[in-house]
């Protein structure tokens, strides 16, 4: 089976650095994704990650450790725009497994 | 460019009924996939096609099926409705089996009364 955990909220204050931590067990693995989504929109694309290490793009950052089932995306120089949930998921078989999201709430 | 369009956006079913739901990746994409997304359960895998073969299927009832045609554009059928059936219905498309990244659709939001 597939057990992805992140947590269910965070609040961070404008121009801050918030860091979205995601663990799996998974029966397979073919990278990890991060996705953006906006109450009432479709998931966006955010990162992908399929070796251990870290890939940064823009103000988006995302850590993977295989050995540890573990991934995190860090949010930096947060904007009011960032308010939204972050889903991680694992890729396997042609197919997502998706943790619950993280609503992230940035505050003025 | 355009994205993977998904039709129609709002749907509103009595239980019992059937309905289906339509997807049309973005052009080059040969894999399409599905998702429920509801507040309790999040998004859950239901199927993928691959050149109109299905390599994937969730755990999902029977009453949920769907097919890929050979433009790539695919189909979800819902058979006697149900009202937990009601939920954000999304698909999302791939170049190939997803390793290019997966581009999601704006959703069909299907509301069972």
């Known amino acids: 089976g597939q057990n992805i955990d992140q947590p269910t909220e965070m609040t961070a204050t404008e121009g801050a650095i918030v860091q979205i931590n995601c663990t799996y067990q998974t029966s397979g693995f073919n990278g990890l994704f991060w996705y953006q989504q906006h109450a009432g929109e479709a998931p966006t694309f955010l990162s992908y990650?399929?070796?251990?290490g870290l890939e940064e793009k823009g103000r988006f950052s995302s850590f993977l450790s295989r050995s540890k089932g573990y991934s995190y995306l860090l949010l930096k120089e947060l904007q009011m725009k960032d308010s939204a949930s972050y889903l991680c998921?694992?890729?396997?078989?042609?197919?997502?497994?998706f943790g619950a999201g993280t609503t992230v709430t940035v505050r003025a | 460019k355009a994205g993977v369009t998904q039709t129609p956006r709002y749907l509103i079913k009595t239980r019992g009924q059937q309905v289906t739901l339509s997807c049309s990746p973005i052009?080059?994409?040969?894999?399409v996939s599905w998702y429920q997304q509801t507040p309790g359960q999040g998004l859950q895998f239901l199927f993928e096609y691959f050149s109109e073969t299905q390599r994937n299927k969730g755990n999902f009832p029977g009453r949920f099926s769907g097919r890929q045609f050979s433009n790539s554009r695919s189909e979800m059928n819902v058979s006697t409705l149900e009202l937990g059936d009601s939920a954000l219905y999304l698909c999302?498309?791939?170049?190939?089996?997803?390793?290019?990244?997966?581009?999601f659709g704006s959703g069909t939001r299907l509301t069972v009364v």
């Open positions: 999302a498309s791939s170049l190939t089996s997803g390793y290019a990244g997966y581009t």
């Open positions: 990650n399929v070796l251990d």
């Open positions: 052009s080059g994409h040969r894999s």
């Open positions: 998921a694992v890729s396997c078989d042609y197919k997502l497994s």
